[in-house]
C-alpha cells in the first residue's frame, strides 16, 4: 500500500505544486476565506468526494468512504487563512494581496489535506473505514475549530489528525510529539484606576502608571517565586496605555497581554493567582482595578495511539533519520485542542526548511517553505489513515 500511496503522490506532485502556488499567491484573512473554500470545494468535487460547504461560516467539509468495513471515521484538519502581513519574499507565487500573507504555511495545509484526499479518492482499497477532511477558516484567531465543531464537524469521528508546518526542521523530515504540543492560551486585560493631579503634586494623586509597573513587575517576579518552576508559564503584557500629558499624574492604565501554561492545575488557578496578586498591589497604593480574563483555547495533547501510527507511517515512508521525536512542547496556541474535546488525536510537524537558503520564522514577512514539504507531509498521513484502519487496537473499534 505504501508504494501505491507514494507511486500516486509522485505522478500527483506537479499538480500539487499548482495548487499549493494558487493558495500562496490567493491568501484571505480569517473568517473571509471565501475563494480559499471555493476552491478547495472545488478540487474536493472533481475527486468524486462529497462536499458540504459553509461549514463554520467559510469552511469545508469533505466525506470519503472507501471499500472497507470498519465503522469508524478519522479526520484530518487542514486550516485555510492567512495573516494580515506585508509578504516580502520575492517568490514568483508571492501573494497577490496587499498586506495579506500566508506567513504560517496553512497554504501548505491546505495543499497536503487535498494531496490526501487526492491520494485516498484514488485508492478506495486503502479507506477500510470513513475518512472525513476539515478545511478550517479562521484559526489565527481562534475561532475557526469553534465555529467548525458547532456545526457539526465532530459528528461521528472517532479519532482527528493534523499537521503544522514547523521551519526550524528540514523539508524532508517530520517532527513527532508524544503528548503536549502546545499550551493553552489565554487573554488578559488589567485596569488599573488611581486618580489624575498635578505631576509636581503626586501625594494627592495617586499616580496609575506608577502602580501599573508595580503590578507588570510583581507578576513577573511572583511567577519566579510562587509558581512551580517544572510547569511552563509565561505571562506577556502586550499593550500598554495611560496618562493624558507629562506633567499631569495618569488616573488611568489599561494593560492587555496573553497567558500560556502547559499543566491543567497552573491553568486552572490563573485567574485567582493574577487578581490575588493585581488585587494586593492595587490596595497597597489606594487604586482599584479591574480584570478580565478570557480562556482561549486549551492545549494540544497528542494521543499516543495516534500519534505512535504516525510516526511508524512517517518511518516507514522517509525512513527513520528523517523522523525527529521532539523532547519539547511549544507554547505556542493552536486551536485543533478544541477538536481533541471532541475525539483523541495528534498533529505532527512538518519540516519546510530549506538546506541552502536562508529560514525565516512562522509569522515572518520572508518565511517560506521548500515545497518538497508538501510530498514529505502528503505520504505519511494518507498511509496513517489506512494503517489506523488496519489497527485493531483502538479504544474506539
Ligand atoms: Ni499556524
Given at each position: 500500500?505504501?508504494?501505491?500511496?507514494?507511486?500516486?503522490?509522485?505522478?500527483?506532485?506537479?499538480?500539487?505544486?499548482?495548487?499549493?502556488?494558487?493558495?500562496?499567491?490567493?491568501?484571505?484573512?480569517?473568517?473571509?476565506?471565501?475563494?480559499?473554500?471555493?476552491?478547495?470545494?472545488?478540487?474536493?468535487?472533481?475527486?468524486?468526494?462529497?462536499?458540504?460547504?459553509?461549514?463554520?461560516?467559510?469552511?469545508?467539509?469533505?466525506?470519503l468512504?472507501?471499500?472497507?468495513?470498519?465503522k469508524?471515521m478519522?479526520?484530518?484538519?487542514?486550516?485555510?487563512?492567512?495573516?494580515?502581513?506585508?509578504?516580502?519574499?520575492?517568490?514568483?507565487?508571492?501573494?497577490?494581496?496587499?498586506?495579506?500573507?500566508?506567513?504560517?504555511?496553512?497554504?501548505?495545509?491546505?495543499?497536503?489535506?487535498?494531496?490526501?484526499?487526492?491520494?485516498?479518492?484514488?485508492?478506495?482499497?486503502?479507506?477500510?473505514?470513513?475518512?472525513r477532511?476539515?478545511?478550517?477558516?479562521?484559526?489565527e484567531?481562534?475561532?475557526?475549530?469553534?465555529?467548525?465543531?458547532?456545526?457539526?464537524?465532530?459528528?461521528?469521528?472517532?479519532?482527528?489528525?493534523?499537521?503544522?508546518?514547523?521551519?526550524?526542521?528540514?523539508?524532508?523530515?517530520?517532527?513527532?510529539?508524544?503528548?503536549?504540543?502546545?499550551?493553552?492560551?489565554?487573554?488578559?486585560?488589567?485596569?488599573?484606576?488611581?486618580?489624575?493631579?498635578?505631576?509636581?503634586?503626586?501625594?494627592?494623586?495617586?499616580?496609575?502608571?506608577?502602580?501599573?509597573?508595580?503590578?507588570?513587575?510583581?507578576?513577573?517576579?511572583?511567577?519566579?517565586?510562587?509558581?512551580?518552576?517544572?510547569?511552563?508559564?509565561?505571562?506577556?503584557?502586550?499593550?500598554i496605555?495611560?496618562?493624558?500629558?507629562?506633567?499631569?499624574?495618569?488616573?488611568?492604565v489599561?494593560?492587555?497581554?496573553?497567558?500560556?501554561?502547559?499543566?491543567?492545575?497552573?491553568?486552572?488557578?490563573?485567574?485567582?493567582?493574577?487578581?490575588?496578586?493585581?488585587?494586593?498591589?492595587?490596595?497597597?497604593?489606594?487604586?482599584?482595578?479591574?480584570?478580565?480574563?478570557?480562556?482561549?483555547?486549551?492545549?494540544?495533547?497528542?494521543?499516543?495511539?495516534?500519534?505512535?501510527?504516525?510516526?511508524?507511517?512517517?518511518?516507514?515512508?522517509?525512513?527513520?533519520?528523517?523522523?525527529?521525536?521532539?523532547?519539547?512542547?511549544?507554547?505556542?496556541?493552536?486551536?485543533?485542542?478544541?477538536?481533541?474535546?471532541?475525539?483523541?488525536?495528534?498533529?505532527?510537524?512538518?519540516?519546510?526548511?530549506?538546506?541552502?537558503?536562508?529560514?525565516?520564522?512562522?509569522?515572518?514577512?520572508?518565511?517560506h517553505?521548500?515545497?518538497?514539504?508538501?510530498?514529505?507531509?502528503?505520504?505519511?498521513?494518507?498511509?496513517?489513515?489506512?494503517?489506523?484502519?488496519?489497527?485493531?487496537?483502538?479504544?474506539?473499534?
Amino acid at each position: 500500500m505504501l508504494d501505491q500511496i507514494k507511486n500516486l503522490s509522485q505522478k500527483l506532485n506537479p499538480r500539487l505544486l499548482e495548487i499549493h502556488r494558487h493558495l500562496h499567491a490567493n491568501p484571505e484573512l480569517s473568517g473571509q476565506e471565501y475563494q480559499t473554500s471555493a476552491y478547495v470545494a472545488g478540487v474536493l468535487s472533481s475527486c468524486g468526494i462529497r462536499v458540504r460547504e459553509a461549514v463554520g461560516k467559510t469552511g469545508v467539509i469533505g466525506e470519503l468512504s472507501g471499500l472497507g468495513k470498519d465503522k469508524r471515521m478519522i479526520a484530518l484538519r487542514a486550516d485555510m487563512d492567512a495573516l494580515p502581513i506585508e509578504e516580502r519574499t520575492n517568490l514568483g507565487y508571492s501573494s497577490s494581496k496587499p498586506g495579506v500573507m500566508h506567513a504560517c504555511g496553512h497554504d501548505v495545509h491546505t495543499t497536503v489535506g487535498l494531496g490526501v484526499a487526492m491520494i485516498l479518492s484514488q485508492l478506495p482499497e486503502a479507506v477500510l473505514g470513513k475518512v472525513r477532511f476539515l478545511f478550517q477558516p479562521a484559526e489565527e484567531i481562534a475561532q475557526g475549530a469553534r465555529w467548525m465543531i458547532k456545526d457539526g464537524a465532530m459528528q461521528g469521528v472517532d479519532a482527528i489528525l493534523s499537521l503544522h508546518v514547523f521551519p526550524s526542521i528540514p523539508a524532508r523530515s517530520i517532527g513527532i510529539r508524544y503528548g503536549t504540543l502546545t499550551a493553552a492560551t489565554d487573554d488578559l486585560e488589567i485596569i488599573i484606576q488611581g486618580e489624575s493631579g498635578h505631576g509636581a503634586r503626586p501625594h494627592e494623586a495617586v499616580d496609575a502608571i506608577w502602580i501599573a509597573a508595580q503590578v507588570i513587575t510583581s507578576l513577573q517576579q511572583a511567577i519566579s517565586r510562587t509558581q512551580n518552576p517544572l510547569r511552563p508559564l509565561v505571562l506577556s503584557i502586550g499593550q500598554i496605555n495611560g496618562g493624558r500629558a507629562p506633567n499631569i499624574i495618569a488616573d488611568q492604565v489599561k494593560m492587555t497581554g496573553t497567558v500560556r501554561s502547559i499543566h491543567p492545575e497552573t491553568h486552572a488557578n490563573l485567574p485567582d493567582w493574577i487578581e490575588s496578586i493585581v488585587s494586593n498591589v492595587s490596595r497597597t497604593y489606594q487604586a482599584s482595578y479591574q480584570i478580565k480574563y478570557t480562556r482561549g483555547v486549551p492545549s494540544v495533547q497528542n494521543d499516543s495511539f495516534l500519534t505512535q501510527i504516525l510516526e511508524d507511517a512517517s518511518k516507514e515512508s522517509w525512513g527513520r533519520e528523517n523522523v525527529k521525536i521532539l523532547t519539547e512542547p511549544s507554547l505556542g496556541a493552536e486551536d485543533f485542542s478544541l477538536y481533541l474535546e471532541h475525539a483523541p488525536g495528534s498533529m505532527l510537524r512538518l519540516g519546510v526548511g530549506s538546506e541552502n537558503k536562508q529560514n525565516y520564522p512562522l509569522h515572518h514577512p520572508q518565511f517560506h517553505v521548500d515545497e518538497h514539504c508538501i510530498m514529505t507531509g502528503v505520504v505519511p498521513i494518507a498511509y496513517a489513515i489506512y494503517k489506523y484502519f488496519l489497527n485493531s487496537s483502538s479504544p474506539n473499534n
